[in-house]
């Protein structure tokens, strides 16, 4: 089992920046694909970002590219979103999500296994 815990939400203004951090615990993630969601009130989950085991493969939603970057640090056990440029429509709660897979990146909700709790980004104009 993999545990997940996202930090580093809060309320920023808009066009400021946050990073948020996904720490895992139980097992290494160092063979998975990690991937960020969002889901704002009333809305479907969305899938924002994704990364590789290795780093060398990312993928972002286009309306975060150009502005959200995904990354990781194996050796910590740890995931990133640095979100720059923010907008009041990047409103939700964000997740950290964890698939059994080194190589292939998912855009869906179930092609993840494990889930964090979330945290809440919130942009006021």
């Known amino acids: 089992q993999v545990q997940l815990v996202e930090s580093g939400g809060g309320l920023v203004q808009a066009g400021g920046s946050l990073r948020l951090s996904c720490a895992a615990s139980g097992r290494t993630i160092s063979s998975y694909v990690m991937g960020w969601f969002r889901q704002a009130l009333g809305k479907e989950r969305e899938f924002v970002a994704a990364?590789?085991?290795?780093?060398?493969?990312?993928y972002s939603a286009d309306s975060v590219k150009g502005r959200f970057t995904i990354s990781r640090d194996n050796a910590k056990n740890t995931v990133y979103l640095q979100m720059n440029s923010l907008k009041p429509e990047d409103t939700a709660v964000y997740y950290c999500?964890?698939?059994?897979?080194?190589?292939?990146?998912?855009?869906?909700?179930?092609?993840?296994?494990?889930w964090g709790q979330g945290t809440q980004v919130t942009v006021s104009s």
């Open positions: 999500a964890a698939r059994r897979s080194p190589l292939r990146i998912g855009i869906r909700k179930n092609d993840y296994d494990y």
């Open positions: 990364i590789t085991w290795s780093s060398d493969t990312t």
